[in-house]
């Protein structure tokens, strides 16, 4: 049961991690919130990296090592993405010379706050805590980028439902099976989040007939 959760955490993810680079290129847009995608790299980079190099769960990663570092190299070209047509939603009022470094700020931020959790809780719990907690974020995250542009722009229905599901197997495994009330308060409430963002999604797609960009003038 295990292995069968985590591999399909692990499909799940990249899928979307797939839909987020296939949408981005596809509408010139980006498909994952700036910080949701800076906590995902810094999660996925120092624990790939922490498993396959540094033995930090054991001298046998096991798959989630594996997957973790592939997550990774997709985070990458999301990035990409983010870099290359976020510039269009940066505010007007703010000169595109700071998109940049702002875009560096925030990766910062991001691992910094990874390697504090490493340094409060350890390898092992510090990876479900922030995993979790990020995870939560970003399904609020995807409600508000879908309210902000009134489109489905950089999203599609089988993003939403991949996250939902590849959220919701590890919940069951670490929140359920091997009973961790963070994880299992925080998985709930991302099921009913990607539940209320899979619905607005269904909605707007019935109303307009699939993709409609909001700013007709890009």
Known sequence: MELFLTLLSGIGWIIVYEECIRLGFKHKSYAMPLFA???NF?????????DLFLEAHGPNPGIQAYVNASW???????????????????????????????????LVCCFALQ??????????????YSAFLQNLLMSIMFI????????????????????WIGTLAPTILMGVIN?????LVCGIFCTIFDVIYIVLLTRTRKNIGGYYPMRASR
């Open 37 to 39: 995608l800076g906590l």
């Open 115 to 128: 390697l504090v959790f490493i340094e409060q809780f350890g390898f092992v719990m510090g990876a479900q």
């Open 179 to 183: 009973y961790n009330p963070l994880v």
């Open 72 to 106: 990774a190299f997709l985070d990458i070209i999301i990035l990409v993405t983010f870099y290359k047509y976020g510039k269009k939603e940066w505010p007007q009022a703010l000169s595109k010379k700071l998109f940049a470094p702002w875009l560096l700020l925030v």
């Open 42 to 50: 810094s999660w996925e980079a120092i624990y790939g990296y922490s």
């Open 144 to 163: 508000g980028m879908f309210v902000k542009r009134g489109s489905m722009e950089g999203q599609s229905l089988l993003l939403a439902y991949a996250k």
